[in-house]
């Protein structure tokens, strides 16, 4: 059986992917499973694992070549398979120049890229698993610098250059032991002192410094004025009564051998409740049409030093909250760390950012096409409320909806918000769902 290997595609925005290194090399076996390169994506870096067992036949992209997304990159086959039509099939053209507005997902034409859900689903397909995003590699005076990608992990974190490093890995690789032991290693005589933090300033130095968009930050830069320019956003915004929930969050925490459970989780289970009861805003723009979804699966925003990731916690009106809990602390902390799968970070219908834990009282987010709606949670905040003709101290939290107005209009926005505002001031309700 052949199976091709081919550069995978995982965002909208993802035109072109570099390959890094190959781990196998061409006539050695290969079982599904494998990780058989590493690819540089405008995300992280992912390791390609083979679907299909056999004998990598073929690598036609090598190290350090960028090719489009969708290009056929190697082959695995069976040595008595004829690979003659697959290796020398013509090479994807190069994607063209980015429009001003980009064109509705469902204008895919004939031969496009498919996305990550066509990939899945096709046998002769690689499947990729992301990693931590890496240091830029240096390239070394005999080529590029061999790291793993642990290794450029902490090195990107500590400040450290791998160029510095020697390796003791197989063929001089750098690994995990050799960055520590540069980093505990005293510094030379001649190091120039770290500055504090707050530091008084001083008149001495550069005025400033340029520094280089990292793949994710260039993705980024590219994608939302992509998203903020063409689509028209419109926000509506609800103050919400967190008493009860508070209450409630703190009851269930009290238990023991239960999961701890956030404000967060309260607030993704009540939106994927929500979202159910009104799927027009569990929808997307799609060009001639409007796609509405039956399934609520929610995007939640993590921050990473590079950027903004999205991992996506699937059917969350159908799973309770302390399994809601588990999975998206799980989530952040993969995402964290580059160790999210390829299908974790695709397939949102809906998302929430959530600046509350750095004292964030209201902000209003950007939406991540195709999406047609995100939320933007603040902080809960202690504030004197008026209850009933007497002032008291309540806990509040404001919810900013940012909708898509060529998929919905303020009056649905608002209506979700109020039944969604209901749900957390009733939090019982969250619990019987």
Not at 119 to 147: C, E, F, I, W
Not at 165 to 171: H, L, T, Y
Not at 357 to 379: C, K, Q, R, T, W
Request: charged share 20%; aromatic share 4%; net charge neutral.
């Amino acid at each position: 059986m052949i199976t091709k290997v081919l550069m995978p595609k995982l965002s909208e925005a993802m035109e072109t992917g570099k390959v890094i290194q190959w781990l196998k090399h061409e006539g050695e076996a290969v079982k599904a499973g494998d990780v058989v390169a590493e690819i540089e994506t405008d995300k992280a870096n992912v390791e390609l694992e083979a679907f299909g067992s056999g004998v990598l036949r073929k690598i036609a992209v090598g190290p350090g070549e960028q090719v489009p997304v969708g290009q056929l990159i190697g082959v695995i086959a069976d040595p008595s398979d004829d690979i003659s039509g697959v290796a020398t099939a013509p090479v994807a053209p190069p994607p063209p120049p980015p429009a001003t507005t980009p064109p509705p997902p469902s204008a895919t034409a004939p031969g496009a890229v498919p996305s990550m859900e066509t990939y899945r689903s096709a046998p002769a397909t690689t499947r990729v698993v992301p990693m931590a995003a890496a240091a830029p590699a240096a390239a070394a005076a005999s080529g590029r610098l061999k790291a793993s990608p642990l290794a450029k992990k902490i090195a990107s974190q500590s400040g450290l250059d791998l160029r510095l490093v020697r390796g003791s890995g197989p063929g001089g690789r750098i690994v995990r032991r050799d960055v520590e032991a540069a980093l505990s290693a005293p510094p030379p005589v001649a190091a120039a002192p770290v500055r504090p933090a707050f530091a008084a300033r001083t008149t001495s130095g550069a005025e400033f410094e340029d520094r280089a968009l990292s793949p994710m930050r260039a993705a980024i830069a590219k994608r939302m004025p992509l998203s903020k320019a063409p689509v028209p956003h419109f926000y509506v915004t609800s103050d919400v009564s967190m008493d009860r929930a508070w209450q409630l969050r703190e009851e269930l925490n009290a238990l023991e051998g239960q999961p701890k459970i956030s404000v967060n989780d309260l607030v993704v289970k009540a939106s994927a409740l929500t979202l159910l009861a009104h799927p027009g805003v569990n929808a997307s723009f799609q060009g001639q049409v409007i796609r509405v979804y039956h399934r609520a699966h929610i995007g939640i925003a993590v921050a990473l030093p590079e950027g903004l990731i999205t991992p996506v916690l699937r059917d969350c009106d159908a799973k309770p909250l302390s399994q809601i809990a588990v999975e998206s602390r799980d989530l952040a902390e993969r995402a964290r760390g580059g160790k999210l799968r390829a299908q974790e970070m695709t397939g949102a219908t809906f998302s929430i950012s959530n600046l509350g834990m750095f004292d964030v009282d209201e902000f209003s987010a950007i939406i991540n096409p195709p999406e047609g709606a995100i939320l933007a949670v603040g902080s809960v905040v202690q504030t004197p409320v008026v209850d009933e003709g007497m002032v008291r101290i309540g806990r509040r939290m404001k919810l900013t909806l940012s909708c898509d107005h060529r998929v919905m209009d303020g009056a649905m926005g608002a209506r979700f918000l109020q039944d969604m505002k209901r749900l957390l001031q009733e939090p019982l309700r969250l619990l019987v769902s």
